[in-house]
């Protein structure tokens, strides 16, 4: 239930970021954007309704094409979602904090980016979607098994193209600046705190070195067979996954059974399993 409760109030808190960013930073600079606000902010011209009143239509329009395509498990995810993004829009037109938007374009392009960034990737870490034009490329690739990404792209890059009449090329451009910008923000909050670092240990004191990481780390090790390229000599290396703040620590470790240990270290996007993402067990 605290569980639930958590991701409930995390796929909130992703919807007011990013309905924040969009109402602050986005709007009163007239900037472009791609997905359902893209399409809302073209309709805006034509339609004489908030821009929040139109993403309301247009999600709740997806929406149902997303249940009567993907089924209720998936809608049930973007319920949240299609309903509290253009509630806090709602919000934010009626009170906006002018004082925080700066009248430089490019400084709003970038902050708007980064909290947009930031609040979707919290929206899909808790396990929720932001619905809108999330859904099409999913019925596609339901139904004729084209991939989501290709398709997201083309989508895209069609509403970037469909808003150009209405602006200029420096519109284009912060388009594009923001596009790489809340990608790689996204990126960056979906690997946070799951990044570790996986160390390689090439040693003949292997069995020390194994126990001593195990009883001084409390971290699983396994051991690989292995070749000597050129002594062909049989051993076995030492394989472990620890975070970053024991990597001087197993370090040490190493050096102190054998300073002339051979290690390689390189950091693995995301761990799964028992010690990591499922409780240590202890026989």
Same mark, same amino acid.
């Given at each position: 239930?605290?569980?639930?409760?958590?991701a409930?109030?995390?796929?909130?808190?992703?919807?007011?970021?990013?309905?924040?960013?969009?109402?602050?930073?986005?709007? $009163?600079?007239?900037?472009?954007?791609?997905?359902?606000?893209?399409?809302?902010?073209?309709?805006?011209?034509?339609?004489?309704? $908030?821009?929040?009143a139109?993403?309301?239509?247009?999600?709740?329009?997806?929406?149902?094409?997303? =249940?009567?395509?993907?089924?209720?498990?998936f809608?049930?995810?973007?319920?949240?979602?299609t309903?509290?993004?253009p509630?806090?829009?709602?919000?934010f037109?009626?009170?906006?904090?002018?004082? /925080?938007?700066?009248e430089?374009?490019? &400084?709003?392009?970038?902050?708007?980016?980064?909290?947009?960034?930031?609040?979707?990737?919290?929206v &899909? %870490?808790?396990?929720?979607?932001?619905?809108?034009?999330?859904?099409?490329? =999913?019925?596609?690739?339901? %139904?004729?098994? &084209?991939p989501?990404?290709?398709?997201?792209y083309?989508?895209?890059?069609?509403?970037?193209?469909?808003?150009?009449?209405?602006? !200029?090329?420096? %519109?284009?451009?912060y388009?594009?600046?923001?596009?790489?910008?809340?990608?790689?923000v996204?990126?960056?909050?979906?690997m946070?705190?799951?990044?570790? &670092? #996986?160390?390689?240990?090439?040693?003949?004191?292997?069995?020390?070195?194994?126990?001593?990481? #195990?009883?001084?780390? !409390?971290?699983?090790?396994? =051991? /690989?067979n292995?070749?000597?390229?050129?002594?062909?000599?049989?051993s076995?290396?030492?394989?472990?996954?620890?975070?970053?703040?024991?990597l001087?620590k197993i370090? !040490?470790?190493?050096?102190?059974? !054998?300073e002339?240990a051979?290690?390689?270290?390189? #950091?693995v996007?995301?761990v799964?399993?028992?010690?990591?993402?499922m409780?240590?067990?202890?026989?």
């Amino acid at each position: 239930m605290k569980k639930k409760l958590v991701a409930f109030l995390c796929i909130l808190a992703g919807n007011a970021l990013l309905a924040f960013a969009v109402c602050n930073f986005i709007v $009163p600079n007239d900037f472009m954007m791609g997905g359902s606000n893209g399409i809302a902010f073209a309709l805006h011209t034509f339609i004489p309704l $908030p821009l929040s009143a139109i993403n309301a239509i247009l999600n709740g329009l997806l929406f149902f094409l997303g =249940l009567g395509f993907l089924g209720k498990k998936f809608a049930a995810g973007t319920l949240l979602s299609t309903i509290a993004y253009p509630g806090f829009m709602a919000i934010f037109e009626r009170f906006p904090l002018d004082a /925080l938007v700066s009248e430089d374009k490019f &400084i709003c392009a970038l902050f708007g980016a980064v909290i947009i960034g930031f609040g979707v990737g919290i929206v &899909i %870490r808790a396990g929720g979607a932001t619905g809108g034009m999330d859904i099409p490329p =999913l019925v596609l690739k339901k %139904r004729f098994g &084209i991939p989501v990404s290709a398709s997201m792209y083309f989508f895209d890059a069609v509403i970037l193209v469909g808003q150009m009449p209405f602006g !200029d090329k420096e %519109r284009i451009l912060y388009a594009l600046i923001m596009v790489m910008v809340y990608t790689m923000v996204l990126d960056k909050v979906l690997m946070m705190g799951s990044k570790q &670092i #996986q160390v390689k240990i090439f040693s003949a004191k292997y069995e020390e070195i194994s126990k001593a990481i #195990q009883e001084k780390m !409390d971290r699983g090790t396994t =051991l /690989l067979n292995m070749e000597g390229g050129h002594s062909r000599q049989k051993s076995m290396a030492i394989l472990s996954i620890v975070s970053g703040r024991e990597l001087s620590k197993i370090n !040490d470790i190493v050096m102190e059974i !054998d300073e002339n240990a051979f290690m390689i270290v390189n #950091q693995v996007g995301e761990v799964r399993g028992r010690g990591f993402t499922m409780t240590k067990k202890y026989e």
